[in-house]
T-cell receptor, first 112, second 113 residues
Framework: TQLLEQSPQFLSIQEGENLTVYCNSS?????LQWYRQEPGEGPVLLVT?????EVKKLKRLTFQFGDARKDSSLHITAAQPGDTGLYLC????????????FGTGTLLAVQP | NAGVTQTPKFQVLKTGQSMTLQCAQD?????MSWYRQDPGMGLRLIHY???????DQGEVPNGYNVSRSTTEDFPLRLLSAAPSQTSVYFC????????????FGPGTRLLVL
């Protein structure tokens, strides 16, 4: 059973389009991270959100943490071929629980 | 600065064989973890360690053993490989979890026949 479900699982769009990726759970997380992974490499951190309702922007990428800290979204404006990759959300419960749980992943392909 | 290194990069095993996947980091991180990545499943936590001498199970620990004798090294052992263990394995390290950045190695691609 996956604690973190991402949707869509796969997304193919044209350069210049906007898109949103969702990360949902029935569990409350103390913090949530988004990673991007390119083929043949390990994931690389994009952002960490820790407060319910928090919004962070990284150039054309906007990340939001849900008010109840159970879900998150990643919005990309005017996607470029360089945005192609696997996007993973990861949640931490904090406290004495030291586990970082990853979502199922969203594979994004941006066509030029 | 090498970061997180993993060896080997590729490995083919026969069912029942044993092997150890090596992971080392030179950032003096206390927290290290092992994940496996399968299509449509994202990354699933196998085992993790919060410091030398301390390990704990993740989501999918069966068939894997770990030990943490030093801060730098965190090997993953497959005692009797099974085809279901065919996967890509990633090691990661950090100062902790939650708000801390996880630094990943390049991965080990394992095929069990």
């Amino acid at each position: 059973t996956q604690l973190l479900e991402q949707s869509p699982q796969f997304l193919s769009i044209q350069e210049g389009e906007n898109l949103t990726v969702y990360c949902n759970s029935s569990s409350v997380f103390s913090s949530l991270q988004w990673y991007r992974q390119e083929p043949g490499e390990g994931p690389v951190l994009l952002v960490t959100v820790v407060t319910g309702g928090e919004v962070k922007k990284l150039k054309r990428l906007t990340f939001q943490f849900g008010d109840a800290r159970k879900d998150s979204s990643l919005h990309i404006t005017a996607a470029q071929p360089g945005d192609t990759g696997l996007y993973l959300c990861a949640g931490s419960f904090g406290g004495a629980t030291n586990k970082l749980i990853f979502g199922t992943g969203t594979l994004l392909a941006v066509q030029p | 600065n090498a970061g997180v290194t993993q060896t080997p990069k590729f490995q083919v095993l026969k069912t029942g064989q044993s092997m150890t996947l090596q992971c080392a980091q030179d950032m003096n991180h206390e927290y290290m973890s092992w994940y496996r990545q399968d299509p449509g499943m994202g990354l699933r936590l196998i085992h993790y360690s919060v410091g030398a001498g301390i390990t704990d199970q993740g989501e999918v620990p069966n068939g894997y053993n770990v030990s943490r004798s030093t801060t730098e090294d965190f090997p993953l052992r497959l005692l009797s490989a099974a085809p279901s263990q065919t996967s890509v394995y990633f090691c990661a390290s950090s100062y902790g979890v939650g708000r801390q950045t996880q630094y990943f190695g390049p991965g080990t691609r394992l095929l069990v026949l």
